[in-house]
């Protein structure tokens, strides 16, 4: 499973609330993603880092921030979550021993904003 | 936007019969990757193909890839309950960007 985990794995929370998740990892991966998955629209990617304090926008960046103080450690932050969060996050690391671009991913958290 | 769009959307066939599910992508791409997802479970890489590559095989997987067509096909052979799950594309794109772009995935059904 690539050392990965995901907390935490279940949050409700309100509108209007910042919540963080955080996927840890154990192997020292330099790329790390946060996608979230929603029905009809698969994975979609939030944000990524390519190093510690390396980030960069993906496809759907807004209402999100990321930070990554270590290399273990990635953070997903909604400063002040809306229902349109509600959904099932996804933290992946890319396996830069090989250069094809593998993902392994956690375990996922659900996020149901009310 | 999504790059790979899947078809179909779902797909549900008997144990032992083959499982045929296709991809197509917009750009060109390094390699194209194919994720298997069981029900609240996280994405588990399953194959890879690169781009100069036509055709993979790992155990009852095939994959195919035409470039030309800017289209994949996964194909499961002698499917098994266990194979029911939702499987993405997925291309690495060839932009230097490391990163992945997902399909929406077509949900596999194997009947007992």
């Known amino acids: 499973d690539a050392g990965i985990t995901q907390s935490p794995r279940h949050k409700v929370t309100e509108t209007g609330t910042p919540v963080t998740l955080r996927c840890h990892q154990t192997e020292n991966h330099r790329y790390m993603y946060w996608y979230r998955q929603d029905p009809g629209h698969g994975l979609r990617l939030i944000h990524y880092s390519y190093g510690v304090k390396d980030t960069d926008k993906g496809e759907v960046s807004d209402g999100y921030s990321v930070s990554r103080s270590k290399t273990e450690d990635f953070l997903l932050t909604l400063e002040s979550a809306t229902s349109s969060q509600t959904s099932v996050y996804f933290c992946?690391?890319?396996?830069?021993?090989?250069?094809?671009?593998?993902?392994?991913f956690g375990p996922g958290t659900r996020l149901l904003v009310l | 936007s999504q790059q790979g769009e899947e078809d179909p959307q779902a797909l549900s066939i008997q144990e032992g019969e083959n499982a045929t599910m296709n991809c197509s992508y917009k750009?060109?791409?390094?390699?194209l990757q194919w994720y298997r997802q069981n029900s609240g479970r996280g994405l588990v890489h399953l194959i890879l193909i690169r781009s100069n590559e036509r055709e993979k095989h790992s155990g009852r997987l095939r994959v195919t890839l035409d470039t030309s067509k800017k289209s994949s096909s996964l194909l499961i052979t002698a499917s098994r309950a266990a194979d029911t799950a939702s499987y993405f594309c997925?291309?690495?794109?060839?932009?230097?960007?490391?990163?992945?772009?997902f399909g929406q995935g077509t949900r596999l059904t194997i009947n007992p």
């Open positions: 750009t060109s791409i390094n390699n």
């Open positions: 992946a690391i890319r396996e830069q021993a090989l250069a094809d671009g593998t993902q392994y």
């Open positions: 997925a291309t690495d794109e060839n932009q230097g960007a490391q990163k992945l772009v």
